[in-house]
């Protein structure tokens, strides 16, 4: 138990739809916050989405009306569903989860990475 597994992902069209999916073998209550960030090779990894234990969740604004992040607690998972994806969208997402911050900011477990490229 420990460590967060991604699946989905892969390569899409402008303004094509993925969803990503975030197994949690400890369950998804064990922590106060699930998130999903990206890296863009060259810069900083950055927040996408996070959703606390109280389903309240926060979208960054590049992603407002585009992406949504939901959680199904009997399965254990989390999700990120992407849509209208756009070039600029193009990046590694990793998911996420805290247990000491309900806003995600001291994530102490990560999935492995999953490719995001989006072609024009």
């Known amino acids: 138990q420990g460590q967060l597994r991604q699946s989905g992902g892969g390569a899409v069209q402008t303004g094509g739809s993925l969803r990503l999916s975030c197994e949690v073998p400890r369950g998804n209550s064990f922590y106060k916050c699930l998130g999903w960030f990206r890296q863009i090779p060259g810069k900083e990894r950055e927040e996408v989405a996070t959703?606390?234990?109280?389903?309240?969740?926060t979208h960054k604004l590049h992603v407002t009306g585009r992406f949504a992040i939901s959680q199904d607690r009997a399965k254990n998972e989390f999700y990120l569903q992407m849509n209208k994806l756009k070039p600029e969208d193009t990046a590694m997402y990793y998911c996420?989860?805290?247990?000491?911050?309900?806003?995600?900011?001291?994530?102490?477990?990560w999935g492995q990475g999953t490719q995001v490229t989006v072609a024009s």
């Open positions: 959703i606390d234990r109280n389903d309240v969740k």
């Open positions: 996420a989860a805290d247990v000491s911050s309900s806003y995600c900011l001291y994530p102490g477990e």
